[in-house]
């Protein structure tokens, strides 16, 4: 054993043309042993009266044609242990060339062979050739997987047999069988794999010591994928991973064995709505479109929708100077690939300055504006109250100015579900500028507002997504603010999709709510990301589980549960996942009043008169905690009475 083992570590390390010039001598040995070899067999006896200088040049003339015929055909290119039923294939065709070419050459060297000889030797020289390929593929495949990881294959579509013939050639998993719900399929064998049910799929897994399963699921549905991955993770130690989507294998922009974690989408189980191609590019087509803050999460997917539906120009402005060179190069990549057009202009700036917005509006001519730039992560904001005001209130207001100084016809607001009863002064001040919105909407006609609400993105920054899966990653524990704290989830392209639609359906003032699906239990989205990452929750009932959950507390102004609409009265839309609420709101005169007394307490510094007009305004805000202002807070203990 030690000495095949050597063998094999030598081959294997072996220069590739030293390789080709092994499979050459040994073919030129086989070759005339597999002529004899068919004579012997047909004679019955070694047939020394055959043996003669005709004979002699007839094996010689075989053997030469023969091998030139195995390089020309790429016999000696392919190797042997990735080769494939093609490779066998051309093997049998040299061989019955070189049986043609062995009766051709006896007959014109007068060798006088029996017919028959060539027909054997067609069956000896293929086996001779064929099976020592075969056993040689079989024997490093083999020896090569015990250092593979095991794995099952869930679906045995295409999408799954191609995962199973790349995995054949990974050096990190190696598949053992497939599963699959197709009744027709199971039972069956494909590329040398069983196909088997899902039932007692633990104990399958076992006795193939696979402690992961690949998702192979191609064109399944949300609903169906997510199905799938709940049966999943209640199987205790199994780690679930995912290929890529069809659409990206295809498009090439990833490989069917870049196998990566179940994204937390994929538990949502939404199937996707086809969008309204009139509707995308009705504000957008031709025109030049202006996005604020451009580098956020929202505003950089926003860009890369707009720049899909052909527009005259895309303007970016964000106050991040890397934010905005990022989304930049990433457009121009986009502009390249597509031969795109679509001018892109990117400006640093605040959108608290309305005159330098004024001036970028009036230049280049916009269209019309999607407002993203905002403060939007709660914490943060409830300890820089003023500014928070300032960019999500103020910002929203000079922009909108701006937009009606420059003629723009559309403006939508990226607006948020924790505008609605808002707890913290975050909420508060998205659902101010809503206010404001509204006001203006109705204090002129030539600037279309609108302002769409949702929740929580997946992906985005601050989301505890990415979070958790850090903290599985080191080990635990993951953090969880309360047990029973619930949150609305869609992804980033699904929300700023249907905010490219819901900003071309506005008529003046409107406000839009994206249809958000189920509530998901925070809680129950940790549990189910340590099951499916392979690990167990240690908790008092399971002291010796991997990754244990704490929970911290509700932070400042964080509510348990949110809400998209303040009051009942809302109407469906041209779009299934798109509805519009009609909420009160205030007379431009009140709204300006209210403004100019926010702005004071803003410039004077005065937290808690900001607090107190949150309060006031028709928002809704029902605070919670104290006034959890750094500022404020650190002022007071010196003993400053108005920090």
Excluded at 153 to 158: H, N, R
């Amino acid at each position: 054993m030690k000495i095949l083992n050597q063998s094999l570590e030598f081959f294997l390390n072996a220069p590739r043309n030293t390789k080709r010039s092994i499979s050459i001598a040994y073919d030129s040995i086989a070759i005339p042993t597999a002529i004899l070899l068919s004579l012997i067999l047909r004679v019955g006896d070694f047939p020394t009266s055959h043996i003669n200088n005709a004979l002699i040049a007839s094996i010689v003339s075989t053997t030469a044609i023969s091998l030139a015929l195995f390089v020309k055909l790429g016999l000696y290119r392919a190797v042997v242990r990735f080769m494939t039923q093609d490779a066998y294939t051309r093997i049998g065709m040299s061989i019955a060339i070189s049986s043609l070419v062995l009766s051709t050459s006896t007959f014109l060297f007068g060798a006088g062979l029996p017919r028959s000889v060539p027909i054997i030797y067609f069956f000896i020289a293929y086996a001779i050739v064929g099976l020592p390929r075969f056993f040689l593929r079989s024997l490093l495949n083999q020896l090569s997987s015990t250092n593979k990881i095991p794995v099952a294959i869930y679906g045995a579509g295409i999408q799954g047999v191609q995962l199973a013939t790349s995995l054949a050639r990974s050096d990190t998993f190696r598949a053992t069988f497939f599963i699959d719900d197709n009744r027709k399929k199971q039972g069956s064998n494909i590329q040398g794999l069983n196909v088997e049910s899902s039932e007692d799929l633990e104990e399958k897994l076992r006795q193939h010591s696979a402690m992961k399963v690949l998702l192979a699921l191609g064109s399944a549905s949300s609903s169906q994928r997510k199905q799938v991955i709940n049966n999943l993770s209640k199987l205790n130690n199994i780690e679930v991973l995912t290929t890529p989507s069809v659409q990206d294998i295809v498009s090439g922009k990833a490989k069917i064995e870049e196998v990566r974690h179940v994204e937390v989408s994929d538990l949502l189980g939404r199937d996707s709505v086809s969008p309204n191609k009139k509707l995308l590019g009705s504000c957008i087509t031709n025109q030049v479109v202006l996005i604020t803050g451009a580098g956020g999460s929202i505003g950089s997917e926003i860009c890369r929708q707009a720049i899909d539906q052909t527009p005259k120009k895309i303007i970016l402005i964000e106050l991040n100077e890397y934010s905005l060179y990022q989304i930049e190069q990433e457009l121009l990549e986009i502009k390249k690939a597509t031969n795109s057009n679509c001018e892109i202009v990117s400006l640093l700036g605040s959108v608290q300055n309305q005159g330098r917005l004024e001036s970028i509006f009036s230049t280049f001519s916009v269209d019309t504006i999607y407002h993203a730039a905002a403060y939007k992560h709660v914490p943060i904001v409830e300890h820089n109250i003023v500014e928070g005001v300032r960019n999500n209130v103020f910002g929203t207001w000079h922009c909108a100015e701006a937009a009606i100084s420059a003629g723009v016809n559309s403006f939508v607001l990226i607006s948020t579900d924790k505008a609605v009863r808002p707890t913290n002064v975050m909420g508060a001040s998205k659902r101010v500028a809503e206010l404001v919105l509204q006001a203006l909407a109705e204090r002129q006609s030539d600037t279309r507002f609108c302002m769409v609400r949702f929740g929580n993105v997946l992906g985005s920054s601050g989301s505890v997504v990415p979070l958790f899966r850090s903290q599985i990653a080191s080990g635990g524990p993951i953090t969880v603010t309360h047990p029973e704290i619930i949150r609305y989830f869609m992804t980033i392209p699904e929300a700023s999709q249907l905010v490219l639609q819901a900003g071309a359906m506005g008529k003046g003032g409107d406000v839009f709510v994206l249809d958000m699906g189920e509530p998901v239990k925070i809680y129950e989205l940790a549990q189910r990301m340590i099951q499916l990452s392979g690990l167990t929750e240690k908790s008092e009932s399971n002291v010796s589980g991997d990754i244990e959950i704490q929970f911290t507390g509700l932070r400042p102004g964080e509510k348990l549960y949110e809400e998209l609409l303040v009051g009942d009265d809302v109407e469906g839309t041209e779009h299934p996942r798109i509805m519009t609420a009609n909420e009160a709101h205030l007379t431009w005169p009140e709204t300006h009043n209210l403004l100019n007394r926010l702005d004071k307490a803003c410039q004077e510094f005065k937290v808690e008169d900001v607090i107190n007009l949150l309060l006031d305004a028709p928002a809704a805000f029902n605070k919670q905690s104290e006034n959890p202002d750094w500022i404020h807070n650190q002022s007071l203990k010196n003993g400053m009475q108005n920090p």
